[in-house]
């Protein structure tokens, strides 16, 4: 049984999972509108991935004999002025998601609840992956600068990007 310390920590979990969701979603749409399919479709995983995190920790607390709670997600920013500015709030965003995570397992520990310290293992180690796939795309786009053609590429490469579904499933 999860403490009622907890349940409201990873309740609000899901809503931080939801509103990254929310958020790829944007930056998906506003890649599409702008004519760069590729980067469309890595935010689009993206957002994906975002909704199995969501349904992962949902999953997990009516596991534990708690109440999942759905709550608003609030609006994000719709527009973005280039991908660079897209990729570099997209790792502060992880970073912040990162913060989230610890503070869970911190949480878990403190409330002496091993089983979300071993659930929690599989956050950890995804946001170190979330964080370096950021960190490469805002490399290759700091080298490519205002070189159209490079950009034209990186969107072919990005558009190759599939979503590989969690296992086992949430
Ligand atoms: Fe669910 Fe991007 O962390």
Redesign the pocket.
């Known amino acids: 049984m999860l403490s009622k310390k907890l349940e409201e920590a990873l309740n609000a979990q899901i809503n931080a999972?939801l509103w990254?969701a929310y958020l790829y979603l944007a930056m998906s749409a506003d890649f599409a509108s702008k004519g760069m399919p590729g980067f469309a479709n890595w935010m689009n995983i993206?957002f994906q991935?975002?909704q199995a995190?969501a349904l992962k920790f949902l999953n997990y607390v009516i596991s534990r004999g708690g109440k999942p709670e759905l709550r608003p997600i609030e609006k994000v920013q719709t527009e973005w002025a280039s991908p660079l500015e897209a990729f570099k709030d997209t790792l502060e965003?992880?970073h912040t998601?990162t913060s989230l995570i610890n503070n869970l397992n911190a949480l878990a520990g403190e409330e002496k609840d091993y089983a979300t310290q071993s659930f929690m293992k599989w956050?950890i180690d995804?946001?170190v992956e979330?964080e370096e796939n950021d960190q490469a795309i805002i490399d290759a786009l700091k080298m490519i600068g205002d070189n159209g053609f490079g950009l034209y590429q990186l969107d072919k490469e990005l558009a190759t990007r599939v979503f590989v579904p969690i296992t086992p499933a949430p």
């Open positions: 999972e990254s993206q991935e975002e995190h965003h992880e998601v956050f995804e946001q979330e």
